[in-house]
């Protein structure tokens, strides 16, 4: 990715964000970069829109003409700029020159209608008719189609309380004490601030959408019927639109796929911009195992929701169906991939789970595919001949080789150990010698290892518990008994210090303080047969081998 393309990304991401001052600095960086970018202006533009610099808005939609006369894009900019300075003869004016480049652009012919209403009436984007903020007919369409608040205008409590603001806007202490129009309140005026023409087009963007097969997902609910209310104004081509998908969500549900396309591609032909039903004609061509097709369309509708700032969340679904996709395709990395694209527009804790659960059956798969039992054995002997001839680097690399190709040998993980402990890599040795044990807890040599390791790091009275299990297990093993009697000679020697060092141990601390311990650690000293049932409670057990290994109990 380009540098220009990187910035203008991120300047998609922060236009999304409602972060607009910082997508208005991330375009201004990409065009000193590429100043013959028409793209990056009208963004721009867009975002000064949000911002209320509507001059500088129309100064940027003016330069993307510039760049590019046969874009009807920029008309629709610099119209909607025009509207929110109020210049409505030059808005209209502007709206119908870019329909002499596209006479079927739905979303200028669109423009073009309201702009003539708002002009017949007086009407402006600052407060609505003879300013009263209540009779916008533009922003009480748009929040009469936010997911946000749609239910809200759809209440017939809050609906009587607008008329009659609609009428007296003094009466606004009515809909302050309403508990439920509080918060479209806050709506009303923030979509004020934001200019009317961005947030009618951010509206325009449904979040509704067939229900997915299981393949994709089990946590997706079917969509709700949507409450018409009188409030909402959506234009004849978006009504239509919406028909259509709604046609298509009843064939889908049928599994009459072919049907269903064909709402789905009318809805598209009649609001192209609305990327709900590009992801929709996508699922279909998923249960139709077209991943293809499917992941083709999805790149579609991301492509055009980022022009048109859709919902981030719709741009995380897109995503989520190509990674879902490539998952039926059995490209798992890819799959993990475009669910990292999904989470970075919206962190969706299913489709996290989902990705970790991936990640997971990649990371077995490749060990699946690693395994061969007869190929470990093969580099385990090299490994040992190199180590008998002195060449441990060598036969690290045999060993290595042979614990990816089986790695539940408990005696290769021994042969390597001894063959760190060579290198002088102890902590490594030790680990070794631990997995040993771990896969064959009657293991001989394992414990003799680790007694030797331990030995060289100078932890005599842990040693000594190695090799006494050594020795428990095999009472004949020489090493252990040599092994044994050594560290109880070196650790005579300074039995005070010993004590001191282990009394600071917290564990031992709290084992000592224990009264139950106090009472069996009396009865080891008479009573040899009490011992052995106590060590039949594995937490006795462990406490007592904690004990041995801090050298505050030896074992003779």
């Known amino acids: 990715m380009s540098k220009v393309d990187e910035l203008k990304s991120k300047g998609n991401a922060a236009l999304q964000a409602e972060n607009f001052s910082e997508a208005v600095k991330f375009y201004t960086e990409a065009i000193d970069l590429d100043p013959s970018n028409h793209i990056l202006y009208s963004n721009r533009s867009a975002a000064f829109a949000k911002t209320g610099e509507f001059q500088s808005s129309l100064k940027d939609a003016e330069q993307t003409i510039k760049l590019k006369s046969d874009w009807p894009k920029g008309y629709s900019r ?21 329909l002499k480049l596209d006479p079927n652009n739905e979303q200028l012919k669109d423009a073009l209608k ?11 984007l600052g407060g609505g008719r003879d300013g009263n903020p209540f009779a916008d007919p533009k922003l009480l369409a748009a929040l009469a189609m936010n997911p946000k608040t749609r239910d809200l205008i759809a209440d ?6 607008l008329k009659g603001l609609q009428k007296n806007p003094n009466d606004i202490a009515k809909l302050l004490g309403h508990p439920k129009a509080s918060q479209l309140l806050s709506a009303m005026f923030s979509g004020m601030g934001g200019g009317m023409g961005e947030a009618f087009a951010s509206a325009m963007d449904g979040d509704d959408e067939p229900l997915p097969s299981k393949a994709e997902s089990t946590n997706f609910e079917p969509t709700k019927p949507k409450v018409i209310d009188p409030l909402e104004s959506l234009t004849e081509s978006q009504k239509k639109a919406v028909h259509e998908k709604e046609l298509g969500n009843d ?6 796929f072919e049907r269903a396309l064909i709402h789905y591609e009318k809805a598209i032909e009649l609001d192209p911009i609305n990327i709900t039903y590009f992801t929709n004609k996508a699922a279909v061509y998923f249960e139709q195992n077209e991943m293809e097709k499917c992941i083709q369309i999805c790149e579609n509708a991301i492509e055009i929701g980022r022009e048109n700032k859709a919902d981030y969340k719709l741009i995380a679904k897109a995503y989520l169906r190509i990674g879902n996709s490539y998952y039926k395709l059995k490209d798992l990395k890819k799959a993990v991939k475009y669910y990292d694209h999904s989470l970075s527009e919206h962190r969706n804790p299913e489709v996290l789970k989902k990705k970790q659960q991936l990640e997971k059956e990649i990371k077995e798969q490749l060990l699946r595919d690693q395994l061969d039992p007869v190929e470990a054995e093969k580099q385990k002997n090299l490994g040992n001949e190199a180590y008998k001839k002195g060449d441990f680097p060598l ?31 102890f902590p490594s040795a030790l680990k070794d010698c631990e997995e040993s044990i771990k896969i064959d807890s009657t293991f001989v040599k394992a414990y003799v290892q680790k007694g030797a390791i331990l030995t060289v790091l100078k932890e005599p009275t842990k040693a000594m518990a190695a090799y006494a299990k050594a020795i428990e297990l095999d009472p004949t093993c020489s090493e252990a008994i040599e092994g044994y009697r050594q560290c109880a000679v070196e650790s005579s020697q300074n039995p005070e210090e010993i004590r001191q060092k282990a009394m600071q141990d917290p564990e031992v601390q709290k084992i000592l303080a224990d009264p139950a311990m106090r009472m069996i650690l009396e009865q080891m000293q008479t009573d040899r047969h009490a011992v052995q049932d106590h060590l039949k409670n594995p937490e006795v057990k462990a406490k007592i081998q904690k004990l041995i290994e801090s050298g505050l109990i030896q074992v003779r």
């Open 78 to 98: 610099k119209g909607a700029a025009l509207e929110l300075l109020e210049k409505y003869d030059d808005a209209v004016l502007t709206y119908q020159e870019g």
């Open 251 to 256: 064939a889908y549900k049928k599994k009459d």
């Open 395 to 425: 036969a690290m690399k045999h060993y290595n080789e042979s614990a990816l190709r089986n790695p539940a040998d408990a005696k290769l993980f021994r042969n390597r150990a001894a063959c760190l402990a060579k290198l002088m890599e």
């Open 114 to 124: 309201n702009c003539k209403d708002n002009l017949s009436t007086g009407f402006n």
């Open 156 to 161: 017939k409590e809050v609906q009587t309380l």
